[in-house]
């Protein structure tokens, strides 16, 4: 079974520019999180999906980041315009869908790791 | 709120020594707990997981049991393996809610 899956594994950018971030989730979960992970500490949930439904995003940054998953499958989390303070790695995670067995065991992708400059 | 406490390391130790990661936990619920592994390069892999007290946690030889008395739910493994250099992360997640919440990591080194 493949396991999440998330591009690119690695960019550089100057700060001010945009930069996006996409994620596949295992096939057949309903549920996708986008983590930020700092240096040296654990990652911290930034939003959560329900199949198209954004059920959490009360840690996402509303003025410059964005996500999106319109089809309830892939999703996308950008930032514009990104600062110093954004480099970091960006982890997507799935899990099955709520309320079914093993809803609670989360997946994790290998993450982004994000330098701005 | 939720919170999780880990040991502060970096962690060093010599091929078959005995390991224990220790983790606190304060939390408004009832919250299940996990061990999280990250090998260099790699992503966070769920290592064991324990959902209610008493309840013990295990695989490849690492264990770890949930205690509600010491609010604790500190990692064993009797047998360390150079394989076994990676960060480790405690984390909780309330019963009934789908956010993770993580303790800062601790990085384990495994000299041979």
């Known amino acids: 079974e493949a396991g999440v899956v998330q591009s690119p594994r690695y960019k550089i950018i100057e700060k001010k520019q945009p930069v996006a971030f996409w994620c596949n989730p295992i096939?057949?979960?309903?549920?996708l999180y986008w983590y930020l992970q700092n240096l040296g500490q654990g990652p911290e949930l930034l939003i959560r999906?329900?199949?198209?439904?954004?059920?959490?995003d009360s840690q996402l940054p509303k003025d410059r980041f964005s996500a999106e998953r319109l089809k309830g499958v892939d999703s996308t989390l950008k930032i514009q315009p990104a600062e110093l303070g954004d480099s970091a790695v960006y982890l997507c995670?799935?899990?099955?869908?709520?309320?079914?067995?093993?809803?609670?065991?989360?997946?994790f992708g290998p993450g982004t790791r994000l330098l701005v400059l | 709120g939720n919170s999780v406490t880990q040991m502060e390391g970096p962690v060093t130790l010599s091929e078959e020594a005995f390991l224990t990661i220790n983790c606190t936990y304060t939390?408004?619920?009832?919250?299940?707990l996990f061990w999280y592994v990250q090998y260099p390069g790699e992503g966070l892999q769920l290592l064991l997981k324990?959902?209610?007290?008493?309840d013990k946690g295990s695989n490849k030889g690492f264990e770890a049991t949930y205690r509600k008395e010491t609010t604790s739910f500190h990692l064993e493994k009797g047998s360390v393996q150079v394989s076994d250099s990676a960060v480790y992360f405690c984390?909780?997640?309330?019963?009934?809610?789908?956010?993770?919440?993580f303790g800062q990591g601790t990085r384990l080194t495994i000299n041979p």
């Open positions: 096939s057949g979960h309903n549920t």
């Open positions: 939390a408004t619920g009832y919250p299940s």
């Open positions: 324990a959902t209610k007290a008493d």
């Open positions: 999906y329900e199949n198209e439904e954004a059920v959490d």
């Open positions: 995670a799935s899990s099955p869908t709520s309320g079914g067995a093993g809803y609670e065991t989360q997946y």
């Open positions: 984390a909780l997640i309330i019963q009934g809610a789908q956010k993770l919440v």
